[in-house]
């Protein structure tokens, strides 16, 4: 079967604009997380989900970071406003339920300018 | 706080050198302990899951194991393409799930 994927794979914004990143998680797996990864740095997490509830978002930096899952699979982490700070790997996981092992699509490279 | 530290943060080996890779921890009843391999460009990929002190894992030239404070992974006679960034990440009672990752080694093997 297909792993997670993510798209777009890049994506350069203009400070100030707004962004949505999409993400496919395995088919049947009810947890999903984001986690950021700065370059050079381990990830970093978050918001996660499970089915279409939003647990945790605790990891969200800002309020122009939000992040949806309407009908359980697909999940889309929408950033407003975009700042020059919010340039990251943004990385989607998703897992068979809570705790069980994690796995990664290839991720979102975002750059503001 | 939940915290993971790696050591060291890059790894220079030339091929057949083995050597191990540290993750020290601190979590609040710990539920699992994960490693990851990551190359450039890629999301991470995973390799191993422990959940108990004691317990060991083996795949390839890669062998994890697990105590109460940390883990190591053992790389024995590595290859040049064993070389990428390897992250370890914690799973605790207190939280919903999430995983709290370290900040990567990155071991280059040299042919």
């Known amino acids: 079967g297909a792993g997670v994927s993510q798209s777009p794979r890049y994506k350069v914004a203009k400070r100030g604009q707004d962004v949505a990143l999409r993400c496919d998680p395995i088919?049947?797996?009810?947890?999903l997380f984001w986690y950021q990864q700065a370059l050079g740095q381990g990830p970093e997490f978050l918001t996660y989900?499970?089915?279409?509830?939003?647990?945790?978002k605790s990891g969200l930096p800002s309020d122009r970071f939000f992040a949806e899952r309407p009908e359980g699979s697909v999940s889309t982490l929408k950033i407003q406003r975009t700042q020059q700070e919010d340039s990251a790997v943004y990385l989607c996981?998703?897992?068979?339920?809570?705790?069980?092992?994690?796995?990664f699509g290839p991720g979102t490279r975002l750059l503001v300018l | 706080e939940d915290q993971v530290t790696q050591s060291p943060e890059a790894l220079r080996l030339q091929e057949g050198e083995s050597s191990s890779l540290n993750c020290s921890y601190t979590?609040?009843?710990?539920?699992?302990l994960f490693w990851y391999r990551q190359d450039p460009g890629k999301g991470p990929e995973f390799l191993f899951t422990?959940?108990?002190a004691g317990e060991e894992k083996e795949k390839e030239r890669l062998k994890a194991t697990l105590t109460k404070k940390e883990s190591f992974l053992h790389i024995t006679a590595p290859k040049p393409e064993d070389s990428a960034t390897y992250l370890c990440?914690?799973?605790?009672?207190?939280?919903?799930?999430?995983?709290?990752f370290g900040q990567g080694t990155t071991l280059q093997v040299k042919p």
């Open positions: 422990l959940y108990s």
């Open positions: 979590v609040s009843g710990l539920r699992g």
């Open positions: 088919s049947g797996h009810v947890s």
């Open positions: 996981a998703s897992s068979l339920s809570g705790g069980e092992t994690q796995y």
């Open positions: 989900f499970q089915n279409e509830a939003q647990l945790d």
């Open positions: 990440a914690a799973f605790g009672s207190s939280n919903t799930g999430k995983l709290i």
